[in-house]
């Protein structure tokens, strides 16, 4: 147990010369703690640097500099101090109430909180003992209802078997969660091990490297390690397994070809795991999810009216959102691992996930919808009461235990391909040449599944459906269209070319109805390295026979007019009937003729965009600059006449030539064409003819 001693060497050595001089001189700490005398909750506040505060540590193990640094790492993307950020203003708050409350302030926002043992004097020994003593300490996280939940699951019909299977090439052996050791499997061994879902949030200080890899095998791994990392090994031993998988550690990560091998096997890796632990609500592998499970922090005080230093220990509070209005403060939950493109396929290849959003634990398998597992308090009882689960349909991805029973069909299939495409391409990826690469796996499993080629994001069977993908109104700076990126990743006829949050939803009529269709001659994807069957693309070329004529009917170049959709105040971009999209000027191929040029050029120049075709939508701000004018052509792959309420309608993409190329083209826009829309007088005669998109 730690004293409590009141001889100020031993408790001022607790913290750094700094914070000796500053926050935790007597004055200082006098101002932190004046609420305990009157109303006054403005605490103290000083002002240093990330360096000081980094030196501190490294130097004189300050306590308090590690808890505001591990502060900073808890904050949101949105109130985390950039690198240019050198200085940080920090304000102490301690309130003496029902209970002794210190709170921590960084930059103005309120970012931790304590409670207080130790302070004043008259604290029982019995009490800081109970805080002391982790091991009868009660988590949030209730590790013996995860373990049934997962007996459970082997129970569960769709659901795959809970079984020993190979182990990833490395994983890491937590039977000594203090200890622990990069154990290299050569893939020969079978037993149950966990992986780890989290955000890395920014380059990584602990990491396997080919110049640190032996001693990580031959002598364990560097500790302390990131918190987040810290706290799954601890997770997983918990849990009763040995091993655990996380990337940082497990990819030598100055390796490319060690990366390239265990890419193409993340699948695998994540859909054969005995568990996946995702951690929610961190934002960066410093932050850590397990805080109510870590040794107590120990840092000086002064005794009320005296100079004598004493100790007093701090217990993490985990915010709670408590129900109703008005006396109860709202707590926001974040979810920043929903917002990472990589992590997208570590939540949906795993049969079984612990989802870790402290206060709240859930668990995940794909008979059951999420369920509520977290260690209730009093709080929790009073006013949620139990969850249970129920049914839900979520194993088309998995082989249940019963092998009779038939697999998803296709359409199932393909209609969880598109809301999952609608969810990553939401998502961010740091990397640009990552964007196919970080849905690898999860594009392995639905090829099996469908039995069908994976070019370049799309797929071979429904190649003409797939390339009718629309981006979603342009989200970038003052609503403007976001460039298309400079360095190829992906060929213009793929998603992947763009970064764009895809509108997939589908209007109008459907493929049967079509009287028309581009015909697919072939595609030839060269992929950056062979061993990523789904990863990353250095060259792709699509050939179709399909009709194609100059946007504007004597062959002239042109620019477009914007037209925005509507605004409000809850959702920035609606969509209206006229959508977010460009329109060409008067004398373009896909109106009707004009009774005379005269009234053709009247309405281009009156402003009166009603007259003009409709359903334009440019994949970025290639061909929206309005100077200089450029050479369009369309490219119809699918039309139809008089079908429902529709009409006439035409299906296809806007196209650019490539220059000092034949007949080859880029996409920059796709083309919805119908209601109100009438057949073009060109269409019927044009001739079919070869052409090539890159």
């Known amino acids: 147990m730690t004293s409590t001693s009141s001889d100020p060497g031993d408790s001022l050595s607790l913290v750094c010369a700094a914070c000796r001089e500053g926050p935790f001189s007597y004055d200082g700490f006098r101002k932190a703690v004046a609420s305990w005398h009157s109303n006054n909750t403005t605490g103290y506040d000083y002002t240093t640097t990330w360096q000081n ?8 193990d300050c306590r308090w500099c590690t808890i505001v640094r591990r502060t900073r790492d808890e904050l949101p993307a949105e109130n985390f101090p950039g690198p240019t950020a050198e200085s940080v203003e920090v304000k102490i708050q301690i309130t003496i109430g029902a209970r002794k409350v210190l709170a921590i302030f960084l930059n103005g926002e309120k970012a931790m909180e304590y409670w207080i043992y130790g302070y004043p004097d008259d604290v029982s020994m019995s009490e800081i003992g109970r805080v002391l003593d982790t091991s009868k300490k009660q988590s949030y996280v209730d590790y013996e209802k995860a373990i049934q939940c997962v007996k459970a699951c082997d129970d569960h019909e769709h659901c795959p078997a809970v079984e020993e299977t190979y182990l990833p ?34 380059e990584q200080h602990q990491k396997t490297t080919t110049a640190n890899i032996d ?13 987040t990392i810290a706290d799954a090994i601890l997770a997983t031993n918990k849990l009763g397994c040995r091993y655990l998988w996380v990337d940082a550690l497990c990819i030598i990560q100055d390796s490319v070809e060690d990366k390239v091998k265990e890419l193409a096997d993340m699948a695998h890796i994540y859909r054969d795991a005995y568990i996946t632990l995702s951690v929610l609500s961190s934002f960066r592998a410093d932050h850590g999810f397990l805080p109510d499970e870590r040794e107590p922090d120990v840092v000086a005080f002064y005794t009320n009216g005296s100079s004598s230093a004493g100790r007093m220990l701090l217990e993490y509070v985990i915010p709670r959102p408590l129900p109703g209005r008005g006396k109860y403060e709202t707590v926001v939950l974040h979810r920043p691992l929903d917002k990472r493109g990589w992590c997208l396929q570590e939540s949906i290849l795993p049969a079984r996930r612990l989802i870790f959003q402290p206060p709240f634990l859930y668990y995940k398998c794909p008979s059951f919808t999420q369920l509520n597992i977290s260690r209730p308090t009093q709080l929790d009882r009073m006013f949620y009461g139990q969850q249970t689960a129920y049914p839900v349909d979520d194993h088309i991805l998995f082989q249940g235990k019963d092998s009779a029973n038939p697999p998803a069909d296709e359409g199932t299939v393909r209609e969880r391909w598109r809301k999952l495409l609608l969810d990553y391409t939401e998502r961010s990826i740091t990397v640009p040449y990552d964007k196919l690469v970080a849905l690898a796996g999860v594009a392995q499993i639905f090829g099996s599944l469908s039995k069908d080629a994976y070019v370049a994001g799309l797929w071979k069977k429904t190649l003409i459906s797939d390339l009718l993908w629309t981006i979603w109104p342009p989200m970038g700076p003052d609503a403007a269209s976001l460039p298309r990126p400079v360095d190829y990743r992906a060929p213009s006829w793929s998603w992947a070319s763009v970064d764009a949050k895809l509108d997939l939803h589908t209007f109008g009529a459907p493929p049967s109805a079509a009287t028309y269709e581009a015909e697919v001659l072939g595609v030839d994807v060269a992929l950056k390295n062979e061993t990523l069957q789904f990863g990353e693309v250095a060259d792709a070329k699509l050939f179709l026979k399909a009709k194609i004529h100059p946007l504007m009917r004597d062959g002239s170049k042109c620019v477009f007019t914007e037209i925005k959709g509507a605004r409000s105040e809850g959702n920035p971009f609606v969509r209206t009937e006229f959508n977010w999209e460009w329109k060409p000027p008067g004398g373009n191929c896909l109106e009707p003729v004009a009774p005379n040029p005269t009234d053709s050029q009247t309405d281009s120049d009156d402003g009166d965009d009603d007259d003009r075709v409709s359903g334009i939508v440019f994949d970025s701000a290639e061909g929206t600059a309005p100077d200089p004018p450029l050479d369009f052509f369309v490219v119809i792959l699918r039309a139809g006449r008089q079908w429902r309420n529709v009409g006439d309608w035409m ?11 034949a007949e080859q083209y880029r996409r920059v826009a796709k083309l919805n064409l119908q209601y109100d829309f009438q057949w073009p007088d060109w269409f019927d005669s044009a001739p079919l003819k070869t052409l090539t998109l890159v």
């Not at 296809?652 to 190329?661: A, D, I, Q, R």
């Open 53 to 60: 505060i980094s030196d501190s540590i490294t130097k004189e």
């Open 169 to 202: 090439t490395r994983v890491i052996d937590c039977s000594d969660p203090s200890k622990p050791r990069l154990f290299e499997t050569h893939r020969q061994i079978q037993a149950h091990y966990c992986t780890l879902s989290y955000v890395w949030g920014g």
């Open 215 to 227: 001693t990580y095998v031959r002598e364990g791994i560097n500790v302390p390690l990131p918190q």
């Open 651 to 661: 299906h296809g993409l806007l196209l650019l030539p490539v220059e000092g190329e």
